[in-house]
């Protein structure tokens, strides 16, 4: 069975910096696009950022624009979240996620138009 796996979180300053990376384990996910959320207790997932893998075409949400970055590698079949200029308020679980069949774009907000998802990583910023 094909999953996601994120690796790459922890413990970071405020200020530092993170690189989260997202691989499928068990073979390979064909996608339309893939996706970064993350979640807080108590807080519906909240979308980060998202590529569509052909074109390779990011979209923000607007409180990470500027610091985060979504990159991929076709050949990994792997997606990536560099993230910079950490502020204790990015504290969360970040799970990517891959959509298979193509959407509208302003779809890739949403967390149920989905089809595949990691376990999850932490992801700490201290002040």
């Known amino acids: 069975q094909v999953q996601l796996v994120e690796s790459g979180g922890g413990l970071v300053q405020a200020g530092g910096s993170l690189n989260l990376s997202c691989a499928a384990s068990?073979?390979?996910?064909?996608?339309?696009?893939r996706g970064w959320f993350r979640q807080t207790p108590g807080k519906e997932r909240e979308f980060v950022a998202a590529?569509?893998?052909?074109?390779?075409?990011?979209y923000y949400a607007d409180s990470v624009k500027g610091r985060f970055t979504i990159s991929r590698d076709n050949a990994k079949n792997a997606v990536y979240l560099s993230m910079n200029s950490l502020k204790p308020e990015d504290t969360a679980v970040y799970y990517c996620?891959?959509?298979?069949?193509?959407?509208?774009?302003?779809?890739?907000?949403?967390?149920?138009?989905?089809?595949?998802w990691g376990q999850g990583i932490q992801v700490t910023v201290s002040s």
């Open positions: 590529l569509t893998w052909s074109a390779g075409y990011p």
């Open positions: 068990g073979g390979t996910i064909s996608s339309y696009a």
């Open positions: 996620a891959a959509k298979i069949r193509t959407i509208a774009s302003g779809l890739l907000w949403f967390p149920e138009r989905y089809d595949y």
